[in-house]
């Protein structure tokens, strides 16, 4: 193993080879921006401080928009900063044009006028620069990768295929202008890649949206769950058509991947907040694993982290985690993720 540092944080790069389930893609190859499909998403998150120990959590994310083939590409380009000390949060996104976008088929590389991610499976950068505040990333990553579903494929939007790999157990540093200042960070990072086909395995084709997508009958909720014995755990909670699915995934020291099922969790969801948008998002969940013998208690410390969206309103808020995990206490933090049909008034 080959030790890298940022910032006096030590950070030892793995060289993974067993892999428990067999994986449907290859996290190196499958980083780089994929065409013609129904969407990309490259997702950077960090849990950072000051070196006067001010608290923040910071959102990166570019996302191709889903929409139908022969529809032009547009590109989100979202910024989040919660500062976790003062309990203020910003967010904004901005819709581009593929003719203002810059991406490469062979590496990840995807550059818009507000965002640049780019790297490889140990180092990523990223930085957003937008009127009312900048960040600019170098981030340091192990190997460590976890193949949502075991696999890194499973059934998603439009009950289409989509691939999904996190790079996880990173350490970062950069600087971070917000609110007329300028800030040295550093802290842990997170890196997740997710791309949707647009045929099934059976060359099924997806149908069109008769109904905007915050009436759809579909909504889920994502976790990077990140605790403070060392473990990072990706959890899923999709509700799609009728049909509801919630599990964990979590990669072991020796690559191999463990999927365990989880309650789904509207049965412990609380603490609702009704969004300026109209949504009506839980703050507060139970998470059990009963394979783990885990119960982590999740509560957003702040509940308005909504991400305010003509297109695509979503919540990416920060939460944090207090529990057990294999019957001994633990505590930790998440970013949670909700999207879809989260509607107030919805009948399922």
Sequence with gaps: MEKMQINNLNIMKTNQKKLSIPHLIDVERDLAFKTGLNAN????????????????????????????????????SIFNVLDITNGTFKSDEILYSEEAVKY?????????????????????????????GSVDL????????????????FDF????????????????????????????????????????????????????????????????????????????LGLWDIYLYGKQSSWVTLVQPDGSQLVANIKPLVESAGDYWTSPTGQRYPTSWIVDIAELNARLIVKSIK?????????????????????????????????????????KDRKF
């Design 138 to 153: 170098n981030m340091q990553f192990p190997g460590e990768v976890i193949y949502n579903a075991g696999s890194g494929v």
């Design 104 to 132: 490469e088929t062979d590496r990840m590389y995807v550059e818009t006028p507000t965002s640049i991610i780019s790297g490889d499976l140990h180092t990523i950068n990223a930085s957003a620069n937008f009127d009312w």
């Design 303 to 343: 509940k308005e982290q909504e991400v305010p969206s003509e297109l695509l309103p979503k919540y990416e808020g920060l939460a944090d985690i207090n529990g057990t995990y294999q019957g001994k206490p633990v505590t930790g933090y998440t970013l949670v993720e909700m999207v879809g049909n989260w509607n």
């Design 41 to 76: 998403s490259f997702f950077v998150i960090a849990d950072v401080e000051s070196q006067d120990g001010q608290k923040f959590n910071i959102l990166i994310h570019q996302l191709q928009i889903p929409a139908p083939a022969d529809a032009p590409l547009k590109i989100l």
């Design 157 to 232: 939007f439009g009950n289409m295929p989509t691939g999904q790999c996190s790079i996880v157990k990173g350490l970062g540093s950069g600087t971070l202008n917000y609110q007329g200042k300028q800030i040295k960070v550093f802290g842990k990072t997170w890196f997740d890649r997710q791309w949707s086909w647009r045929n099934d395995l059976y060359g099924n084709k997806e149908q069109p949206m008769e109904v905007g997508f915050q009436e759809q009958n579909m909504y889920w909720t994502w976790m990077n769950l990140t605790l403070d014995n060392g473990e990072a």
